[in-house]
């Protein structure tokens, strides 16, 4: 019986074997399906949490981020002169020479049209500036256009809206609104000031001005004055009269005087466009490019009945300063070129100091009227461009070694240095 049981188990367990790969494996399908929906809800669960926790962060880090990026703002470059424009005004002249014709009331009336064509455009780029010291007197002030100043959107760094414009009637302003075309209004800062050519830069949060101002506003488009000459049209627009702002058609009566200010010169452009002493805004070519800033401290005796400003040109590397909330560098020297015959008498060549300020850096240092510069910062100087170049390059604050020359009791002159610290106009 033995012996029969034990073949017929070794053919059971070979049958197996031989079909094992037919084996059916039941799964739980009740048991899998709840698995699947609590791995679902895990991940829902996952998912909120992680969303609440970005929101919380979110806000938690909005104020520093938004600080971070506001004292980052994007560095303002102001294009110099371009060195074609001796040959593009060149051009020009040819173009209307070959452009004359006998002047009729349509040529004239086209003429017209083509000015206020430009000056329509050069408006969105012009603000008003008003200031006060309490919300009270500036809602009192609202209707007192006289106490409000015209200026110019210079550049946009990605956190401001930049405006260059002069001094406030208000001293100690507390509270400062820009009106921009389309009377739309906004708080304003002043974020830069240079006193020697009382100029200012105020800026407008970005993230304050509605999507709808934007449409109605502009950067303005920056030209040259050193290629202006007498009889060219110009275009004036701000307030003018210091009231409301208007457009004043004209032409350039000189464009080649200059303004001596401490370390530098700076070119004027006198209008026969008529306005008050208290006018500001800017001046525009035919194309629709800044060329002056009206400003009435460049006025003469026989100017005061009509505008006046700055050339642009001269004025770039301040406006680029101010735009990136720097100071103006100053050392608080007047001077003039040694010119040639000048050196025929025996004087060195450099920068002849006239006058010092008084308080100033150079002062301090011991400059006195009569000394020639001839050195700044390891910089050659010889003539007052120069000098106003690279004074530009240096930061205010740092302590700069100036060379120059002294006249001795005996005539001769001898070397002589100074260690400066770089200020600025307060």
């Keep these: ?14 049958e197996e074997e031989e079909y094992s790969f037919l084996q059916e494996i039941i799964k739980d399908e009740a048991g899998d399906q709840a698995k699947w929906k609590h791995d679902v809800l895990r991940r829902i669960q996952l998912g909120l949490i992680f969303g609440l926790v970005a929101c919380f962060t979110f806000f938690a880090c909005k104020p520093w981020v938004e600080k971070r990026f506001e004292e980052n703002p994007t560095e303002v ?5 371009e060195q074609q424009e001796e040959d ?8 209307v020479q070959e452009q004359k014709t006998v002047l009729t009331t349509e040529t004239y009336q086209e003429m017209l049209n083509n000015l206020k064509q430009v000056s329509g455009e050069v408006r969105k780029s012009v603000v008003e500036i008003q200031g006060a010291v309490t919300e009270e007197e500036f809602s009192k002030d609202q209707e007192d256009k006289e106490k409000s100043i015209s200026g110019m959107i210079v550049a946009d760094n990605g956190q401001e809206l930049l405006i260059l414009a002069g001094e406030l009637p208000v001293k100690d302003a507390k509270i400062i609104r820009v009106t921009f075309s389309g009377d739309s209004q906004c708080d304003a800062i002043l974020k830069s000031r240079d006193a020697g050519l009382g100029l200012c830069v105020y800026a407008v949060q970005r993230k304050n001005i509605a999507d709808d101002v ?6 303005a488009t920056l030209g040259g004055s050193k290629v202006v000459s007498e009889g060219d049209t110009v275009i004036a627009v701000g307030k003018l009269y210091g009231c409301d702002t208007i457009v004043g058609y004209g032409v350039i009566e000189s464009g080649e005087n200059y303004l001596d200010k401490a370390d530098g010169q700076y070119q004027t452009i006198y209008t026969d466009v008529a306005g008050d002493i208290s006018g500001s805004g ?9 060329i002056g800033i009206i400003n009435t401290s460049v006025r003469t005796d026989d100017q005061t009945n009509k505008i006046s400003g700055y050339g642009i040109s001269d004025i770039k590397d301040v406006i680029e300063l101010l735009s990136n909330g720097k100071n103006v560098p100053y050392l608080g020297v007047s001077g003039v070129e040694v010119s040639s015959e000048m050196q025929g008498q025996g004087i060195p060549q450099g920068v ?4 010092v300020d008084a308080g100033s850096p150079a002062m301090a240092a011991g400059i006195q009227s009569g000394d020639i510069i001839t050195n700044i910062a390891d910089a050659d100087i010889i003539n007052l461009l120069g000098y106003h170049n690279t004074l530009m390059k240096q930061n205010v604050g740092d ?5 120059g020359k002294r006249q001795g009791t005996g005539g001769e002159y001898v070397d002589i240095d100074f260690g400066v610290t770089v200020g600025y106009k307060q």
């Design 1 to 14: 019986m033995k012996d029969e049981k034990e073949p017929l188990e070794q053919k059971q367990n070979s």
């Design 77 to 81: 470059t102001i294009p110099q002169d």
């Design 88 to 95: 593009q005004t060149q051009q020009e002249e040819e173009q």
């Design 214 to 219: 934007w449409a109605q506003i502009e950067t």
């Design 282 to 290: 800017v001046l525009v070519n035919i194309r629709g490019e800044v």
């Design 352 to 355: 002849y100091v006239k006058e």
């Design 399 to 403: 302590k700069i070694l100036v060379r």
